[in-house]
Nanobody, 126 residues
Framework: QMQLVESGGGLVQAGGSLRLSCAASGRTFSSYGMGWFRQAPGKEREFVAAISTRGRRTNYADSVKGRFTISRDNDKNTVYLLMTSLLPEDTAVYFC???????????????????WGQGTQVTVSS
């Protein structure tokens, strides 16, 4: 069992930056693949970024490549999402996910057994 708590969301102007954090409980954090997803009003949840267990490999949605950076600190049981050059279309609730199989792929298929946080709201004004 793993519990995830996201923080760092808020209101920001277009072009601004935010850093989201996801703090995880449990002793085996370093064995989990970690990911960020988002869900905008009226839309399905979509993949944003993911990172491998040791942080050596990352994966990004095309819409955020070059703007968002995912990282993790296994000593602190925390994964981060640095979001820069934010756009109004980035507005969504952002969720942290932990996959016990260690995957970092974009397909939702690989996250079907993941643990999820409660989400944090990100609002980008134009």
């Amino acid at each position: 069992q793993m519990q995830l708590v996201e923080s760092g969301g808020g209101l920001v102007q277009a072009g601004g930056s935010l850093r989201l954090s996801c703090a995880a409980s449990g002793r085996t954090f370093s064995s989990y693949g970690m990911g960020w997803f988002r869900q905008a009003p009226g839309k399905e949840r979509e993949f944003v970024a993911a990172i491998s267990t040791r942080g050596r490999r990352t994966n990004y949605a095309d819409s955020v490549k070059g703007r968002f950076t995912i990282s993790r600190d296994n000593d602190k049981n925390t994964v981060y999402l640095l979001m820069t050059s934010l756009l109004p279309e980035d507005t969504a609730v952002y969720f942290c996910a932990a996959d016990p199989n260690g995957n970092y792929y974009s397909s939702s298929y690989y996250w079907s057994n993941a643990y999820w946080g409660q989400g944090t709201q990100v609002t980008v004004s134009s």
